[in-house]
């Protein structure tokens, strides 16, 4: 009897597996593009994480920025990045997730008439852990179409350190703490992205 | 946008230093009066007590003994980071209705390398009057103050502030009628100061609240509260000299209705505010409004058998007058279900979410999002030695914007996972589990401009373990771990990738003798990836590009030393070694090591008098491959002392 009602359950279970399957179905795309490369690779290393950033960012391709970011992604903004920001610095950085760097970077897209990132490397990480930093020190030269720099050239310097994590063989940021550049002539990414946020 | 150099507006004349030593300053008076003042009161008890009130100790005495004053102070330093933290409270009762208050909270932070110093200081002291049993009143003043100085006293000096102080006024009146209904009321006002960079402030503030509770029979249940503010604020920014006025209003709502085990909620929520502030010599006016509306139902109607769903709505808007490319409306619908079922030791449980999102950013981004998910599960329980469980979720995440012309970011995210866990413990000593995974991500992009990045990433584990105690005092434990992750490309296959895991894991755990343990841990990880592509003859076939080994292990010894300092000694060591793949010949491409000693010292005790210390010393001494790891030294040091009297 107690075999029998299990069995029922277990059939109950199938059903509503194959249900979802027919609640849950994606769209087709439009069909294969004109060219058929990607610009993505497996980030089997930190390097390739910062490889994946840059033409992500130059080919304003936002799923591709999003991988390089793990779920639980939080972004660090330089304390007087935040103190300049008054009262609304108190808000504008605060619990800043993956979300909100992909909403934030969707924003730049927009206004970004072309974008460029280079890294330079001040620490080095260690990859024999599934867990390690490195430093970098990034300029990012966003030239603007439209939005409050329409028709400018920008470039903002800072000092990044990069937290990463590995997973399943595949290298992420989770944490971002963001840092002026000395002497601190440019903005940094912080405040580019605290102006696009939500 | 621009930077606002605030170099030199703080007025700071006194060094960083200051406000931290005076606060220990004001601890030691404090720790050497209170006792003194406690046994002052115990004289004047002893001769009838009452009388004149000389002091602090003697108003303590007359209104209770109750006295806590608590300081709590850390500090660490990782490498050339350092960090104070000083916390100070006071709760003192003046008399029998009147009550004293205050707290001081400072954190600094040095890093002696990048010559930056941040403090954050936060000072709160209050004064409260009972009037009565349902009236009181208080006042309190707060000052947060926080500022960062990178290059103090050099010529690249860079300082940044931000400062508030505010004093309150507020009267509450709360009530109980008829054990049912609740009913309090509340009035503050106050004066507000603000600086920060170039902006300065100051006015005054008034806020009310309200809230009203009923508990009526037959099971409902009601609760209403509402709250609003008003500021009036004389500005300055550069040429700018305004008066910024914001107001808040907040509603909340709710109802409940029990009956037997069954419940319905509605929860309401309306919000609306409007902030004046300084932007750029500039008043910004921010508008805000938002409102949702949750129905939720809790039902058991049948035994073993527990259902919830619930519907929510919710909606919230923003406009500004200086930055209108900021301005957002945003819709939420989410439909949300759950059931579960129990039956002997089956249990069976299904979820389904679905969740409509409406983005008005009144430019390309705005859109849709459609996010839905479901998830089934099903546990067995066999006999006492074999449990099984079987697990499956789908969910689909589509994000869809309104000009396809200027956004062709377009894509739905479809994931399926399935997860088979058994546990087995054939004997007392012996436990084994067993994972297997199965997952799936598809990412779709829609427009045939995006298309080149449509992939689908699979992975498949197995996870073996097993744990074997011998005697009380010896565990050992062993996990494997075998796993395979795809990544095919709908379009560009040539980019599709292979990587290959597999890891063995073996701690064991020694107890010899009561406080001392050892602890060995080691694991391997070999790892190889490379293409993974069709050949001449449309069979997938895999190219290895590069492998690599990582060995890791770890050896601790912990003491507890005479039942008060815990020691530990941890050495860890690792080495890894990859190879590449040219023309069918492997290549040493790098080694690495890492290798570190660490030594702890830790103290956690309490004193007669119920002084709390907690001390952590550690050293670490690190040799690696990499420069910066080469022969580093690092100290990290913690006290914590927690005085209470």
Known sequence: MIWRRIALVAVAAVALSLLGGCILSP?????????DQTDWETPIDTDTVLRNIRTALAGESINNYHDSFTEDYRFHVDPQDSLDAGDEGTTRYANWTREDEVFAANGVFNDAASIAVSFSNVEAPQEEFDETFRTEDYTLTVAWQSGPHVNEEIIYRGRATLWMRRVAGRWAIF?????????????????????YRD | MGRSDSRGRAGEVRPWWWRPIALALILVVVLLAAPAAAQDGDDDEGEGGGGQFGGLGDLAQAAGPEFHPVYKLSHTRDKEISGWTHNFNLSYPLASRVSFSSTTNITIRENDVLNRVNLQENWNTGIGVAVSSAISTEIKFNRIKQRDVRNEGSPNEVRSFREKESVDLSTSYKK?????IDLSLGVTGGFEKNRYADVQSRGVAQSINATLRYDA??????????????SLLDSEQGVLASTDESIDHNFNGRLAYTWEENQLTVDLRRSTSKKEYPKEQQTERREQNGEAIAVGTDLNLLPALDTRISLDFSRSSSSYELEPSRDNDIKTYTLDGSASYTLGDTKFSTDLRSEKKRSNYFDEQTGDSYSQSFGTSLTHRFNDRLSASLRGRMSLLSRQYDDIEANDQDRDL???????????????DIRTG???????DQLIYIRRSRTGDNKTTQTFLIQPSVKKDFGSKISLTQRYELSADYTLY???RDSNFLIRNFVIGTGLDWRPIGGLGLNVEHKYRGQDEGAYREDEFGVERYARNSERDDHSMSISVRYRLLELIDLEVKQDL?????????????RLAWEKYDTSVTGRASLNHTLEDGTRLSVSVARTHRDATNIVERQREVWNITANIDKTF
């Open chain 1, 27 to 35: 769209r087709s795309p439009d069909g294969p593009p004109e060219g």
């Open chain 1, 175 to 195: 944490r971002w703490v963001d840092r002026r550049a000395d002497p601190p002539i440019n903005d940094t990414w912080g405040v580019l992205r605290g102006d």
């Open chain 2, 176 to 180: 109980v009628y008829l054990n049912d």
């Open chain 2, 217 to 230: 029979p037959m099971g409902l249940a009601t609760d209403f509260s509402y709250s609003g503010r008003h």
């Open chain 2, 414 to 428: 479809f994931d399926q996972e399935a997860t088979l866990n058994f546990d087995y413990t054939p004997r007392s």
């Open chain 2, 434 to 440: 067993l994972t297997i995974k199965i997952r799936e």
């Open chain 2, 490 to 492: 709908d379009y560009d």
């Open chain 2, 574 to 586: 690792s080495f890894q070694k990859k190879w590449t793949f040219s023309d069918d010949e492997k």
